[in-house]
């Protein structure tokens, strides 16, 4: 059975999802760079000190879903069935998050990260930290020290399958397509853990 978030956590959830809904409006009618964090907190109707209890920054307010992407990532690893193996699982996952940031009405949001200098770098610093996290998932699974570059390579290419797929014509085919590459490079670096 699934527990239910409490009555405070539900409060803290709903007052989150405000400001993000909120500064994501202001943000799309005026532009992420016009927009101040005073001026997203009237709009959410709350102190500017409660947005920095929800978001470490303003650029959080754009990636709102940054830590749980993060998760579902780190999860695909650590929640799969015992006989399923670790590439599919994360094709899997990053389907869904692809599906996810493609969908209809998607595209202003993407193209707002492009223009600004600040969210690509922030973009930019949130990967590498969610491949950070997902090495030491894998390394974890695999009972192997954290700092293994192999764990930390796939991390990165299947993180980076995110994004180039994400900017795909057809990203479903480039998901596929990059686990292929993916799949094949776990498998020659597998032999070489095993053997190391």
Known sequence: MIEQPGRRERKKAATRQKIADAARLLFAERGYDAVGIREVAAAADVAVTTIFSHFSSKEALVF???EDFEQRLVRAVTDREPHEALIPALRREIHAMVRHC???GAAPLWRMIEESPALRQYEESMRQ???RSLA???AADLDLPQTT???GAIARFVVDAFSVARESD???TAVDEIF???EA???VARSSVATA
């Open 185 to 187: 490079a776990w498998t």
């Open 102 to 104: 493609t969908a209809d």
């Open 136 to 138: 030491t998932a894998i």
């Open 149 to 151: 570059p192999t764990c």
């Open 64 to 66: 709102e879903q940054d």
């Open 180 to 182: 292929r590459m993916i």
């Open 170 to 172: 057809d990203p479903r």
């Open 129 to 131: 930290r969610h491949a």
